[in-house]
């Protein structure tokens, strides 16, 4: 799967450093949050999910994440607005990993960058939260003797 | 009018394909289509579905046009 | 400054990945959330803080970050195992940088990883507050023409 | 008895050094020595000030013996 990236988007609802991207390859936490980083601001707030050994005592083989692509990072896009609209944030990245990714390894990166950290906690909640409800990715779990897509509540 | 159909994840694989062409009268309703969509493959009836038009989620007022790209999947989990 | 760094303390209120470390050397903040990742968590939230280069409109051309060492390790020790009465975490990682830092370097990583993002998300924003609140370091603020030791607000 | 009292920061600078030791009566407050200790230095009383002894945080309460580590500084400003 090639690597997906739009960045710096000429939408007058993002702000230059926004970006948002899906890809296959492993994420960098750090690297991702440190494309943000404007000089006005003194705090970034970043969420790191990763895939996790067991769920509801069930152990996970691995995770294997699919997207509806040009449709999941339009959903992105509109997320990025609408934190903006809704939160004193400065830039927001936003990285979901596909394909396969074994325990431990992270799925998806949001990092908020904003001059108050109470925005940045704030909006990162939010976004994480919104992602899973708006943008279509999906992920299957496998385990020792199957494996299933996961639905979400919404 | 002809449309072609995405299937994802737990769609794609109860509807045995990821993507089929389907012809349709003009101006049709999208739940109507949809409604077709998921008469042609009963077993996607075991799921909670939610519907696109052209990468925009889909209510079921909008009215299809000739080359329209429709996706059927289910509630998203990813994160 | 030599480095310092206490971890997998013994006592028994602290979990076995937390840490807490104060350091003169630059912080890499993906290292960081890693080092705390137990295998039943999904999710990690990190607050990385940074050296703005303004403040209230004056710009700042670098900091001087100093503490008590021997009490501020104390300190964080505390906070960790106040974390973890108060909120339903697994491991919390706490590193303060010292000495001089330039624009934009990162002076302050939290990162806490919990079974619900929600629980992570409330420590780590509560973890910083009270780091700044009780945790004995100073930062000299260096602009054109001057330096200032910022005194804190409690 | 004898106790070493430890600056940082503003304080560091407001002494002129980083550390003194100082000798006090036995068993003396510490709200006593603190306030011996910001008499010797008084650019001190231009700054909100807290102390420790033994790298807690005191309230002024507490009993000094020989040998304690006191400390005087600012409110904090980390992070």
Sequence with gaps: MPEKEIQNPKSKTQNRLDFYKITT??????AIARKIVP???GAIVTLDGFVRQFTKGRETEYLVYEAYEPMALKEMEKLVARAHAEFEIENVGIVHRL?????GETSVVISVAAPHRRAAFEACEWL????K?????????????????IEGAN | MKVSVLFFGATADEAGTREIEIDFADNAKAEEVFGEIVNKFPRLGNHKLLFAVNQEYAGGDETISDGDELAVFTAVSGG
């Excluded at chain 1, 394909?99 to 325990?103: M, T, V």
């Excluded at chain 1, 409800?133 to 897509?149: A, D, L, Q, S």
């Design chain 1, 39 to 41: 000089a006005s601001c």
């Design chain 1, 25 to 30: 390859e492993p994420l960098d936490v750090g």
């Design chain 1, 133 to 149: 409800r708006t943008v279509p990715i999906w992920k299957k779990e496998v385990y020792r003797g199957g494996e299933t897509w």
């Design chain 1, 99 to 103: 394909g396969r990714l074994e325990i």
């Design chain 1, 128 to 131: 994480i939260k919104e992602l």
